[in-house]
């Protein structure tokens, strides 16, 4: 069956000092606790060896915040799929609503971003959501169906069993406005139906589907408790372990 698991994004933050000691706390305050989901944080690039060195991987994953959509080669500033899995770092988040809006991400580029990641073995943990004026329109349900099809759905079964997606409506990322529990299990079932209907039941229910937009220690344990919820995709409240600890133990 799937699997719970609550991950850091820590987007554009900390240098590496604060993030090598923010992990280190983390992985300090887990030391001989018994959680019951997975835990992944997120870093920026330059910190991802350090901290996979510094902490227990089989503990915590580390993910890379994105990587580039070509293999190797003259593109200048870019880091590759292989790159970040030479660091230790077992997770890749792709499709960011920020990468996506801020640095123009297209499903097609997302697409090439997810291949580049799985055949260098690491789990992508895909995000998809819809803005605010797409929610009030009520075209959140196909919004977030096109952006899994154009960028996942050439996937072999196979390879579609080893992502996570992550449900992130852009109207709740890093504004405070959470999704209620209820609009989270509405569309996250929906999503569960949209890959059963392409890679059927069994795929669809073993796929983690993580919740993100505004999660934090007082909402979380409401959000988990439904069904079709897998867990979380932490901004924010991952950027300190007296934040995060409590969002990892809602489970
Ligand atoms: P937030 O960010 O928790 O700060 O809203 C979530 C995300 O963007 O992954």
Known sequence: MRKNIVAGNWKMNTTLPEGLALAKDLDAALKGKTVNCDVVIGTPFTHLATVAAAIDTAKIGVAAENCADQEKGAYTGE?????????????????????????HETAEILKTKVNLALANGLTPIFCIGEV?????????????????????????????????LAYEPVWAI????????DQAQEIHAYIRKVIAGKYGQE?????????????NASNAKELFSKPDVDGGLIGGASLGVDKFLPIIEAF
């Open 79 to 103: 880091v590759s799929a292989a790159m970040v899995a030479s660091t230790g770092a077992k997770y890749v988040i792709l499709g960011h609503s920020e990468r996506r809006a801020y640095y």
């Open 174 to 181: 890093g504004t405070g406005k959470t999704a209620s529990s």
């Open 203 to 215: 795929v669809a229910d073993n796929c983690s589907i993580l919740y993100g937009g505004s999660c």
């Open 132 to 164: 605010l004026e797409e929610r009030e329109a009520g075209k959140h349900f196909e919004v977030v169906e096109e952006q899994i099809k154009k960028s996942l759905f050439d996937l072999s079964v196979a390879d579609f069993g080893k992502l996570v």
